[in-house]
């Protein structure tokens, strides 16, 4: 016995339930850490794919504009008439008590351009229409990771307590359960027959009842 406990019938019952609590905390535990390595897994797939879709846009993005910078010399006067983006905002989502970031932009372009049409031409609109479309993977991407790296931590914390609930809590009661019970057992053994002693002395002592 790691811990001494009582043997009392009173104690049996508050055993009983604390294993009981610990059989369920373990179970629940079990579902949580399921729950989050399938959202994790979901996420890091398409995590991977944004990754590789990231990567030719930003190509084709960077190809368009070595073409525009061919046709109309360097584009960077034209390119600075193009707002900053500032729409950036956050919120969350819960799973399983786990705050997963949702991360919010305007990434939609507006309907009409905001640079001058006349002194520029199709290689430097695809060159915008890419590096937007970059922007809108690049901020999905950042939610994705986010939410991927607050999923692993919670994974292994949640695998931490399942197993100090399997190896260690619910063994525990289960041997506590077994001690009280035993000695319970024994020690109504013991009553039963201490109370067959009596009653043979009582009629040995009084032979006619």
């Known amino acids: 016995m790691s811990e001494q406990i009582f043997p009392t019938k009173g104690n049996l019952i508050k055993v009983k339930r604390s294993l009981k609590q610990a059989i369920l905390g373990y179970e629940l535990m079990d579902r949580k850490r399921s729950i989050l ?3 994790m897994v979901e996420l890091t797939d398409e995590a991977r794919a944004l990754r590789s879709s990231i ?3 930003f190509s084709e993005a960077y190809t368009a504009l070595r073409n525009a910078n061919v046709l109309l010399g360097v584009v960077s006067t034209i390119a600075d008439s193009i707002p900053t983006e500032n729409s950036l905002s956050l919120s969350s989502r819960s799973v399983m008590g786990v ?4 991360v919010i932009a305007n990434t939609a372009p507006p309907e009409e ?5 006349s002194v520029t031409g ?3 609109d695809k060159a915008y229409i890419c590096f937007n479309k970059v922007k809108e993977l690049t901020v999905r991407l950042a939610e994705l990771e986010n939410s991927v790296y607050r999923l692993a931590v919670a994974i292994k914390k949640t695998q931490k307590r399942r197993n100090a609930l399997k190896n260690i809590m619910i063994p525990r009661f289960e041997q506590q359960v077994r001690f ?3 000695a319970l057992e024994e020690k109504e053994r013991e009553e039963f027959s201490r109370q067959k002693i009596i009653k043979k002395r009582k009629l040995s002592n009084n032979p006619k009842q």
């Open 37 to 39: 390595v399938k959202e």
């Open 55 to 57: 990567d030719s846009t």
């Open 99 to 102: 705050e997963l970031p949702r």
């Open 113 to 117: 351009p905001c640079y001058p049409m």
């Open 122 to 124: 199709s290689e430097f």
């Open 180 to 182: 009280i019970t035993n």
